[in-house]
């Protein structure tokens, strides 16, 4: 099975995702997690060249990039996972896209389903767990993670994080229009709510599916 987390930074994505992977094992499940963009070497080194905050790429080249380090990760990593029925956990994958670079960046929508389209080869999670907050609440919670490092000063912030509010406003946006188009797929979750409510929320979600036909009332 393959489950994905969205969010805008700070919505409790990972938070989520290792307590799930923890569940999961419990079960007796093989479990590989994984995080966009990155997750081989090569997609790493994309990930440090796209989160540095002295690299200045256009939208089209940000999201060739995260493309390229999508079509690494998935042919080499995820499909044989998959393939060897282990539940795959990716903390984002391309819904961030459409959230990030087309509602965010302002890139065509149907651009972006193509380029997704080819970075995946079509393959789509069974489930996605969208963690629901606003950029004032998720930037309050960044501030005080990171003012307790003592490093601490605003150039501390990664390229995204620096990209402002009104960027978050339209990425969070993007992810309500994509709740509203694929129902089916994935569940929107305030998060807000306590980590071990939201937990207790994927769980009960992940039990009502059908393990055959994949269904989920
Ligand atoms: N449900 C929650 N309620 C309150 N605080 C939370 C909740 N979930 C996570 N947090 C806290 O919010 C901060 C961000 O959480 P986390 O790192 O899981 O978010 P994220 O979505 O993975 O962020 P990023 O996209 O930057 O990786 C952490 O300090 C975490 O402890
Ligand atoms: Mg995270």
Redesign the pocket.
Known sequence: MLITFE??????????VSRLQEHLQNQGRVVLTLREPGGTPEAERIRELLLESRHDFTPVGELLLFAASRAELLRKVILPALENGTDVIL?RFFDSTTAYQGYGRGLDLDMLTEVNRIATGGLCPDVTFY?DLSPEEALL??F??KSLSLDFDAENLDRM?SSGLDFYRRVRDGYHALVAASRKRIVQID?????SV?HQIIISCLDSIDPVTGYRP
């Open positions: 969010g805008i930074d700070g919505a409790g994505k990972s938070t989520q903390d963690l919670r960044k005080s993670e994080e998060a807000r709510l306590s980590p939201i």
